[in-house]
């Protein structure tokens, strides 16, 4: 029998319904709506990337299968859903002067099924030029059924300070975390309330929290490794000292030179803030001379 015919049949067998096996998979850590195990099913689709697999060596275990007993009867699966099948990305190494780095850290959580609208980062500045947080408001669009997480990477290039803590404020929580104190990195997964559907949105926040000793910054910039609808760069500046000079500059990747696109002036809050509508990926940011 095929894979859908032979799990339909032990899904029967077992009394089970997808409720029951839901439930049962979100006590492992497992996250898949019965939409998704009704489409596996009836082979409208099928388990392929590396979230899924997991989900399907467990239901190994809870319908009664020996370890690959449904695996066995995928096939060859097409590209598990990284980077490299998705046209128009960028690898770590594109987006990051240490890439190799970031790539080991976040290799260690599960991989995201959400993409990115948009990005509303707001850097706040302490009177000491040094960065204090980082507060981010996100629109995810889900690019398979049972969805659930992303992963936030935050770097500090200051030798001399820590990486930062993050916190979840809206409509996500905390879940794992990797990392790698001598590469001033810090990977953190943001899991939602509950799994999407594909297609469906979420909009999220989230902060980032610097610690002291603070890092000097001079410059902030958003990481894209696809296209967004929107990304909007605010920094809050002290009001005893702002910059005498800001420019808003994009880049497509991390050893092109940037392209200043304007320069920036702050408002009666001493901020500044830029606008940018169907951003290529790349890096987008502000950069500042005190």
């Given at each position: 029998m095929s894979f859908e015919e032979t799990l339909r049949a032990a899904i029967a067998a077992s009394g089970l319904?997808?409720?029951?096996?839901?439930?049962?998979?979100?006590?492992?850590?497992?996250?898949?709506?019965?939409?998704?195990?009704?489409?596996?099913?009836s082979g409208r689709s099928r388990p392929e990337r590396a979230r899924s697999l997991l989900v399907l060596h467990r239901l190994e275990g809870i319908l009664g299968f020996a370890d690959g007993g449904l695996s066995s009867l995928l096939g060859s699966v097409r590209s598990r859903g990284r980077i490299p099948d998705r046209p128009g990305g960028l690898t770590p190494a594109q987006l990051w002067p240490n890439g190799a780095d970031v790539a080991a850290l976040t290799g260690r959580l599960a991989p995201t099924g959400l993409s990115p609208l948009s990005h509303h980062d707001r850097l706040a500045i302490g009177p000491d030029r040094r960065a204090r947080s980082l507060r981010t408001w996100q629109v995810l669009r889900a690019d398979e059924d049972g969805a659930d997480r992303t992963t936030v990477v935050a770097h500090v290039a200051d030798p001399g300070a820590r990486p930062p803590a993050v916190r979840a404020l809206n409509r996500c929580r905390t879940g794992r975390s990797a990392r790698d104190t001598g590469?001033?990195?810090?990977?953190?997964?943001?899991?939602?309330?509950?799994?999407?559907?594909?297609?469906?949105?979420?909009?999220?926040?989230?902060?980032?929290?610097?610690r002291p000793p603070y890092p000097l910054d001079s410059h902030y910039e958003r990481k894209l490794p696809w296209p967004v609808r929107h990304h909007v760069v605010e920094v809050d500046f002290p009001a005893t000292l702002p910059p005498p000079r800001c420019e808003y500059y994009t880049a497509p990747h991390v050893d092109v030179r940037p392209r200043?696109?304007?320069?920036?002036?702050?408002?009666?809050?001493?901020?500044?803030?830029?606008?940018?509508v169907d951003v290529a990926p790349g890096v987008s940011g502000i950069r500042w001379t005190w």
């Open positions: 319904t997808l409720r029951d096996l839901r439930d049962q998979l979100r006590r492992d850590g497992l996250a898949v709506s019965p939409a998704t195990l009704s489409h596996w099913q590469a001033g990195l810090l990977a953190v997964e943001l899991v939602l309330e509950r799994p999407l559907a594909r297609g469906e949105t979420v909009a999220i926040e989230y902060e980032v929290r610097y200043v696109h304007r320069e920036l002036l702050p408002d009666g809050e001493h901020r500044v803030h830029a606008v940018a």
